[in-house]
């Protein structure tokens, strides 16, 4: 009998305001005329089959947008005091999986590829995993549920940065060619890069 796989969830931080973009960025349309956010849920769908979406609380227009994308869509209210909030209501709705795959709503061009590369490693076994491209690690990160509790308590909007500095050894990094694990969309000038 072969082992049964480990459940994967992708959880997609869209609980931002976009203030320094001046607001409303994630349902800023790319040249495509898609939505920044609906790019990001689109990759993270295309790669992990169970997504779930933080927005912040009252933001309905950005929760029916990812809804239709395909995503799980939580409102929080915790999210107004920043990722960490966000990503830990996120694990509380989703705290059965057996790893998380964490992604910014506002990194549109991340390809599937290099989010499964990211699931694949925690299947292996790694605590934290990330994409690394030209020598600098990117985005998702993922985390085993070995570290619930931990993702769980974050507050704040250092994200789970003070997680990834505590496990730092145990961050497995994937090379890729993707440069989309670094890009993220801050104002509006990022659009024309």
């Known amino acids: 009998m072969g082992?049964?796989?480990?459940?994967?969830?992708?959880i997609l931080l869209a609980g931002g305001t976009?203030?320094?973009?001046?607001?409303?960025?994630?349902?800023?349309?790319?040249?495509?005329?898609?939505?920044?956010?609906?790019?990001?849920?689109?990759n993270l769908l295309a790669a992990l089959p169970n997504v779930i979406a933080v927005v912040r609380w009252g933001d309905f227009p950005l929760y029916d947008l990812l809804e239709q994308e395909g995503c799980e869509v939580t409102m929080?209210?915790?999210?107004?005091r920043g990722m960490g909030a966000s990503l830990a209501h996120g694990i509380g709705h989703a705290k059965a999986a057996d790893g998380w795959v964490v992604a910014l709503a506002d990194m549109p061009r991340i390809s599937p590829e290099?989010?499964?590369?990211?699931?694949?490693?925690?299947?292996?076994?790694?605590v934290i995993a990330a994409p690394r491209y030209q020598g600098q690690r990117g985005?998702?990160?993922g985390f085993?549920?070995?570290?619930?509790?931990?993702?769980?308590?974050?507050?704040?909007?250092?994200?789970?940065?003070?997680?990834l500095e505590r496990h730092a050894a145990e961050v497995r990094l994937v090379d890729c060619a993707d440069s989309g694990v670094l890009f993220d969309i801050d104002r509006k000038a990022d659009l024309s890069i």
């Open 3 to 10: 082992k049964t796989p480990l459940k994967i969830i992708g």
């Open 18 to 42: 976009g203030s320094r973009f001046g607001g409303a960025k994630l349902l800023h349309p790319l040249a495509d005329g898609v939505a920044i956010a609906a790019h990001a849920a689109r």
């Open 76 to 80: 929080s209210q915790a999210a107004v």
């Open 114 to 126: 290099s989010i499964r590369a990211v699931a694949a490693a925690l299947e292996l076994g790694a």
């Open 139 to 141: 985005h998702p990160v």
């Open 144 to 163: 085993s549920a070995a570290l619930r509790d931990e993702l769980r308590v974050l507050d704040g909007d250092s994200g789970a940065r003070k997680i």
